[in-house]
């Protein structure tokens, strides 16, 4: 069974930063990609940034230059450094594994590419 748990969500102005992390447990977290979503008040989930196995990063237009994903697989954990965050950034960011392991193709902007999902952590950034 896996287990996905994020933190580091919180209450942040408009131009700070936050760091979440989602810590990943049972199946080998080397071998797989994994992504961050996030959901706004009254909007569908969407696809914020993914890091496949390799290493390789995929970022959504509106992040682009402002946060940066990364993977510790000796922790088994991803990070999700966010910088000048804006209002709109505000919503539930969960942690995604993907369904299949030393995947290298580039289906990494759906959920349904991912089997695995956190609790997710509330990131609000104020104006």
């Known amino acids: 069974q896996v287990q996905l748990v994020e933190s580091g969500g919180g209450l942040v102005q408009a131009g700070g930063s936050l760091r979440l992390s989602c810590a990943a447990s049972g199946r080998t977290f080397s071998s797989y990609a994994m992504a961050w979503f996030r959901q706004a008040p009254g909007k569908e989930r969407e696809f914020v940034t993914a890091?496949?196995?390799?290493?390789?990063?995929y970022y959504t237009e509106s992040v682009k230059g402002r946060f940066t994903i990364s993977r510790d697989n000796a922790k088994k954990t991803v990070y999700l450094q966010m910088n000048s965050l804006k209002p709109e950034d505000t919503a539930i960011y969960y942690c995604a594994s993907h369904r299949q392991s030393y995947y290298s193709g580039n289906y990494y902007y759906t959920e349904a590419a991912y089997d695995y999902w956190g609790q997710g952590t509330q990131v609000t950034v104020s104006s």
């Open positions: 890091i496949s196995w390799t290493g390789a990063n």
